[in-house]
């Protein structure tokens, strides 16, 4: 894992957090959010372009990644809301750049809207934000995850690496599959999943759907056409909801942008960037 460290740890509620900051500290800082099932690893090659002009923080959330994964950890979205604004708070910093994928994107929207995370610009890729959602695979394992739990090893794996490479677009490297896979492998991470899983609740995203008009950073929506998890009808959806969003739809990828398509969705997000007051 020496080609996507994270040396750095958080001791968050949650949880310790394992984190890195890429580019100079004289540079606007610019915060990267992972999704589920993922990790910061899948930001490597965007971070490391952004990095050229900001100060870019990555990090696993409590439960993903090298980050602290431990039965009976709340790793809901409204404890990763939690976190996320616990560790801004331990940056120092009141209005970074947050870029936000899947989950992630839910859990700055709630940091944002219900603990007074300060953003000076939000942008938001295939994030899950409108019910409904969660695929039928996803809805199945949610409400048999202790029954998922006790599959063998083997099995598991299986059933990891067919959904983790289920995201649409053109597909993932074998390596990179590798790589997202094998957090959740082992005594500890096979249980994490389904833990990750069994918490998602629907209810985290209806807390604040009603605010999203009230949003008042500027605001990028950026979404793979051809994302097989949520479909780019809810992006359409989104943008319409937040005052001003711009809506950026990236043709040839699915819901992984940043793998499908990393020098598009950089570009995107360069452009809208500069564009910030």
């Known amino acids: 894992m020496s080609e996507w460290p ?22 606007p800082p610019l915060v990267l959010l992972h999704g ?14 952004l990095a050229r002009d900001h ?16 039965a009976g950890q709340d790793v809901s979205l409204a ?12 940056w120092g ?14 859990v700055a929207l709630r940091a944002h809207l219900l603990h007074g995370a300060g953003y000076r610009a939000l942008a938001l890729v295939d994030p899950v934000a409108l019910a409904p959602w969660g695929s039928p695979f996803f809805r199945l394992v949610r409400d048999h995850a202790e029954v998922f739990g006790q599959l ?15 995201t649409g677009g053109p597909g993932l490297h074998p390596a990179v599959l590798e790589r997202l896979v094998a957090p959740w492998l082992g005594a500890s991470g096979q249980p994490a999943f389904y833990r990750q899983i069994a918490q998602a609740d629907q209810r985290y995203t209806d807390d604040i759907q009603d605010r999203y008009a009230g949003i008042a950073v500027p605001t990028l929506i950026c979404w793979g056409e051809d994302d097989a998890w949520i479909p780019v009808a809810k992006g359409r959806e989104l943008a319409a909801v937040v005052p001003g969003a711009r809506w ?16 598009e969705l950089t570009a995107a997000l360069l452009d809208f960037l500069r564009r910030v007051p």
């Open 152 to 166: 063998p090893p083997a099995l598991h794996e299986a059933l990891v690496r067919e959904y983790v490479g289920s």
């Open 6 to 27: 994270l040396p750095e740890t958080f001791a968050g509620s949650s949880g310790a957090v394992r984190w890195n900051r890429l580019g100079g500290a004289d540079r």
């Open 55 to 70: 100060q870019v923080f990555v990090w696993d959330m409590p439960g993903y990644g090298m980050s602290e994964k431990s």
């Open 79 to 90: 404890a990763q809301g939690r976190v996320f604004t616990e560790l801004l708070d331990h």
């Open 248 to 263: 950026e739809p990236i043709a040839g990828a699915g819901h992984l942008v940043q793998e499908d398509a990393p020098a």
């Open 36 to 49: 589920t099932p993922f990790s910061s690893y899948v930001w490597r090659a965007v971070a490391r372009s």
């Open 93 to 106: 910093l009141a209005d970074p750049l947050v870029v936000a994928h899947d989950f992630g994107g839910a």
